[in-house]
Every structure is written in C-alpha cells, then in structure tokens.
C-alpha cells in the first residue's frame, strides 16, 4: 500500500510517500516568518504557495506516480485552524480526483507512531517538546493519553521568545544551543514542576529582569535556561515512565533536536535501565511521514474518513481519538 501524508498545522507544510515498509520521500517546507508573531493568514497564503512544488518533488523522490496512490492522510488536528485548512482541503480535492480514501490523522499521535515505525520502540512514552506543544504521552487502557504538559507556555516558543530578546534570531532553539555550548556559568532560575506537569511563566518573568540587568553574558543565560528547562522535562518524563511502568522513552518535536536534551535523557533512561530512542532530526521536526505512516496504521485497522467528516479540528485532544489500531 503507497499512503500519500499530508502535514500542515503550523509553521510546516510537508508532503511525504510512505509504502508499508519504508519512508520514500518526506518534503518539509517551513515558513519562516521575517520578524515578530506568525500572522495566520500569512501563513495559510504560504502553504497555498509552496503546495504544488512540494508535493511534486514527494512525488519524484519517491519515484512514484500520483495514480498509484492508494490512500491520503492528512494532519486535520491538533493546530491552528487556517494551517490545517489547506492540508484537509489538498486531502479532499486528492481523494475526489483519484477517487482514493482518505484518513484524518492526530498530529500528536502521529509523533508517536513514527517511533514505533522506524525503531524497536513497542510501547514507549513519547516527550513531545515543539513549537506550541509540550506534551508526555503515552498509550494506556485503550487510548493514548497525556500524562503530563505545560500548564501556560509551550517549552520551543518559551525558548523562541527569548532567543528574540537576547538577539539572537529565528527559530531560537538551535541558536540557544549554540550559545548554551560556551556557557560556564550556572545562573539559579525558578524551577516549576508540578505533579507531571511544567510551568514556564515564572522563568519568563524572571528572565526578561535578568536580561534588562545586563549583568550575564549570552552564553551563560543561554546554559542555564537549558539546564534549567531541559530539567523539568526529564523529572516529568522520568515521572511518567515510573507511573505508566514503560521502559522506553522516545523523543518527538523540534526542540527534541537539541543534543543537550537528548544527553539528559540519556543519562535518565540509563539510570533506570530504560532504552531511549531518538530519531532522525528530519522526523523529529513537523514532518508528513508521521502523518502517512499513522494513517496506514489506522486503514488497515478499518478506519477512514468520509468526505463529509473530513473537516478540521484545531482543538482536537490526543484521547479523543479512538484507538482501533492497537
Ligand atoms: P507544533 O505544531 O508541533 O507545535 P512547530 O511549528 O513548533 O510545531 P516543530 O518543527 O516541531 O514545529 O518545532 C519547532 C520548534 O523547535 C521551534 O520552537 C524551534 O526553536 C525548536 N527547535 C528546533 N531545533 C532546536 C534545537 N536544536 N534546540 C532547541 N529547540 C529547537
Ligand atoms: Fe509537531
């Protein structure tokens, strides 16, 4: 079976070809906006741009002809509603056109089902740290559930906003690691856990005093806000592998990229003989094989989407899916 994936919740619009064994292509083509916030209709304006030249090289990659295509997923939620829009409506216009199925795929369980995919990975919990999302996850009496998240500020944004304000520039998560890497002071910032759950605007506030002081360097700053964050996330994720009694951690999400990240929950899982799994960066980051490969999972398991239900569902929640595949 050739699945057609389709992502676009946010920043990315990505086109992916997926056969039952193997990841044949997987576009990524991200808007990057030049200064300040994502304006919505700007970037629904983008991903209508880059569509046809996106799923055209998907396609040559793969070396497979649109007609052999025998189902399409598409990202339909969580997201930002005018996002999803142009993925769900490429979808629609797919499936009447070559009269194929489609299937509506949860973005955040997509980043899960990639684990299982492509690594041994069988029942992991999944720390999954991006843009707006920041979520532990993990499958559980039927459903996946969210077993911890951030109570105010997605942990890739947190630190987007304060690469902003040091100068830094956009995305900020690679140039914070970059500057993290000459830091060799540890400057004390608030450390908010709750139960599974992380908190970020203390340090928020916290921060913007600090920078106004002047009295840190870049670097060191950069260092401790990722000791300091990255911290949190292991002591929630460590917390929910104890609660779930899963051995095996998989990393999911743009900021899952940093090196600093993937050390710590290294040295975590080692300590308590758990396996860590981390893959490429290109499946790490928003992508459309995530999307193709839970949407062969789903069809083959007798699921799929009806024209008439193939709408978007920017709120929808990781246990309102209901899981037939597992
Ligand atoms: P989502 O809709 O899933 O929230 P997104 O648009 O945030 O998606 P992703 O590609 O998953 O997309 O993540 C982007 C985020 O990852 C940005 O905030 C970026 O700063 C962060 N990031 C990328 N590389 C790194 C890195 N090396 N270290 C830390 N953060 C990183
Ligand atoms: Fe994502």
Known sequence: ????????????????????????????????????????????????????????????????????IDLIAFSQGPGIGHALRIGA???????????????????????????????????????????????????????????????????GNFLDTF??????GFPGGPRIEEFARKGKKYIKLPYSVKGMDISL???????????????????????????????MLVEVAERAMAHTDKNELLLGGGVACNKRLQKMCEIMCKERKAELFVLENQFLIDNAAMIAITGIEMFKAGMKTNLKDANIRP??????????WR
């Open 89 to 155: 409506g490429l979808a629609r216009s797919l499936s009447i056109l070559l009269n194929k199925p489609m299937i509506g795929v949860n973005h955040c369980i997509a980043h899960l089902e990639i684990g299982r995919f492509l690594t041994k990975a069988k029942d992991p919990v999944l720390l999954y740290v991006s843009g707006a999302n920041t979520q532990v996850i993990a499958y559980e009496a039927g459903k996946y559930r969210v077993f911890g998240e951030t109570l105010d500020l997605g942990v």
């Open 1 to 68: 079976m050739i699945c057609l994936g389709i992502e676009s919740t946010a920043h990315t619009f990505g086109i992916s070809i997926v056969s039952d064994q193997k990841v044949l292509s997987n576009i990524i083509t991200a808007y990057k906006p030049k200064s300040g916030g994502l304006i919505p209709g700007k970037l629904a304006d983008h991903h209508v741009e880059v569509l046809e030249d996106t799923l055209r090289k998907a396609l040559e990659k793969a070396r497979v002809n649109i007609k052999n």
């Open 201 to 231: 605007g203390g340090m928020e506030t916290n921060l913007r005093q600090k920078i106004k002081e002047k009295k840190h360097s870049k670097s060191d700053l950069c260092f401790s806000i990722q000791e300091t964050v990255f911290a």
């Open 315 to 324: 709120y929808e929640r990781t246990d309102d899916v209901d899981v037939k």
């Open 163 to 168: 690469a902003r304000e040091l100068g830094l």
